[in-house]
């Protein structure tokens, strides 16, 4: 018990070291930093099966939407009708952002613009699916071209928009891949 407690003091010390400071100075780093310490404790002292279980209470990412397109103002429009049916997304006007985020993050579904500088649509759809083969693709386009079309689809696109396109139609396909369901438009 005595050896125990040895243990224990010079930690209890610490904390309250830390919770001083934090109550002189009032930064709040130091009480993130003090949860931290006891976390890390924690976690080494009962280190069995914490390492399994902590990846369940971890949010799933499968909600993330993200639209890509160079043109700043559908982005604002697309982004105000999907808050409006409470749903959140993430905005890239560029296809390199968009990439680079993807390749870190997961998402489950991208809204991609077909012209944009830099690189089309059906590139950016390419190579997303090299990255993450499960997220789902809804293309628009101000032009409706037949082959662009029918290559957005052959490469996995669940849905193709004209713009301007019906704003219910949009969110159903929307809703539709979230849920895992295919349709095409």
């Given at each position: ?25 009032g ?23 914490m ?17 890509v ?24 006007s ?58 957005a ?20 396909a ?12």
């Amino acid at each position: 018990m005595r050896q125990r407690r040895k243990k224990i003091d010079p930690i209890a010390r610490l904390i309250e070291a830390i919770l001083d400071l934090a109550l002189i100075t009032g930064l709040l780093s130091a009480v993130g930093f003090l949860i931290s310490i006891t976390a890390r404790l924690l976690l080494t002292r009962r280190k069995t099966k914490m390492d399994v279980n902590a990846s369940a209470v971890l949010p799933p990412a499968a909600g993330i939407i993200c639209l890509v397109d160079d043109d700043l103002s559908m982005l604002k429009a697309l982004d105000r009708l999907l808050s409006s049916a409470g749903l959140q997304a993430q905005l890239f006007s560029e296809p390199l952002a968009f990439l680079s985020y993807v390749t870190c993050n997961s998402a489950a579904l991208a809204v991609i613009d077909i012209w944009m500088s830099g690189m089309s649509g059906l590139q950016v759809q390419k190579k997303l699916q090299v990255v993450l083969p499960k997220a789902r693709v809804i293309i628009i386009t101000a032009t409706d071209e037949e082959s662009v079309r029918n290559t957005a689809i052959q490469g996995g696109a669940i849905a193709y928009f004209v713009k301007p396109f019906d704003d219910d139609a949009f969110l159903a396909a929307v809703h539709q891949a979230i849920a895992g369901q295919n349709s095409t438009c």
